[in-house]
């Protein structure tokens, strides 16, 4: 694994990162300002100070935040597939070109999302594309690691699992034509309806893999640095990986009776914090 940070692939993946992450920044400060334009608050203490209203609902507020959390869904993927991609010994050129791409088109999805919502295939395109370069960089970043079947592996795995379970999102939308936009109603002869219950379990699947998938990449890689045996580490990841995986299929896929979710969430967690734990104890005199 060649990496140095004056090699100009690293380089640029670390100014792309950074501008991904003050937008992220900007994003949010974007919603606040709508609220605050809009005289809507989400909680009783905010709307009393500034004079407006308890409104959870706002279309307005609403389509920022969906773009906000898009960004959310979407740019801690390319955080860690580019930075296992750079350790691949890419090409500088064509991975400052891809990181370039994504993140312009990043912005434009944003831009025709929350700022000046445009008629879809505007935001579809702009998804699309970077969609598609985080999908290159995990597949160049397993094949170039598959011998090993390490943390990277099973990093990139889980990150190429999250942007999929997007996907199944979209697909799940599409087949019961209920959208969160309007725009997107109007190109696909559906309607708007952001309580469908199939969607939203899918949503929900999401979401939980959101909450749970980036503690490993940090909790694995802190992991890793502590010197564990090979084998028993890369048995944790497996494990890991293989129980969110079926986490999501019988959550969102095939849905199935409890104890079958509790089950593959709790292994992995506790995966989490056994790790956590090696990581704090083998650095405790640095407290």
């Known amino acids: 694994m060649a990496f140095s940070l004056q090699d100009a ?11 991904l992450a003050l937008k992220l920044l900007a994003l949010s400060t974007l919603t606040g300002m709508k609220r605050m334009s809009k005289k809507v608050f989400a909680n009783p ?34 955080w860690l597939l580019g930075a296992l991609y750079v350790t691949t010994a890419p090409v500088a050129a064509w991975a400052t070109l891809l990181f370039r791409v ?17 008629p879809q ?17 995990g597949i160049q970043v397993i094949l170039h690691y598959a011998a090993a079947l390490s943390y990277i592996v099973y990093s990139a795995i889980l990150a190429l699992k999250l942007i999929a ?53 940090l909790l694995g890689a802190l992991y890793v640095t502590t010197g564990p045996v090979a084998t028993w580490a890369t048995f944790l990841f497996r494990v890991y990986t293989i129980s969110r995986l079926v986490h999501t299929f019988v959550y ?30 083998h650095y405790a005199t640095a407290l």
Do not use: C
Request: aromatic share 12%; glycine share 4%; no cysteine.
């Open 9 to 19: 692939a690293v380089q640029s993946y670390i100014v792309y990162s950074a501008i």
């Open 45 to 78: 203490e905010d709307a009393a100070a500034l004079k407006g209203k308890v409104n959870l609902n706002d279309p307005e507020v609403e389509r920022v935040r969906r773009a906000h959390l898009n960004d959310l869904e979407n740019i801690p993927a390319f």
């Open 102 to 118: 994504y993140t312009v088109s990043r912005f434009i999805h944003t831009f025709v999302y929350a700022v000046v919502p445009m």
């Open 121 to 137: 295939p505007a935001r579809g395109i702009a998804y699309g594309v970077p969609y598609l370069i985080k999908w290159y960089m």
């Open 165 to 217: 379970v997007s996907t199944l999102t979209s697909m799940k939308r599409l087949s019961r034509k209920v959208y969160a936009n309007p725009e997107d109603a109007a190109a696909l002869k559906g309607k708007v309806n952001l309580n469908d219950p199939e969607v939203e379990r899918v949503r929900r699947a999401h979401l939980n893999d959101l909450e749970n998938i980036p503690a490993f990449w």
């Open 252 to 281: 969102a896929i095939v849905p199935m009776p409890q104890p079958a979710r509790g089950m593959a969430f709790g292994v992995p967690y506790l995966i989490k914090w056994y790790m956590g734990i090696q990581v704090i104890l």
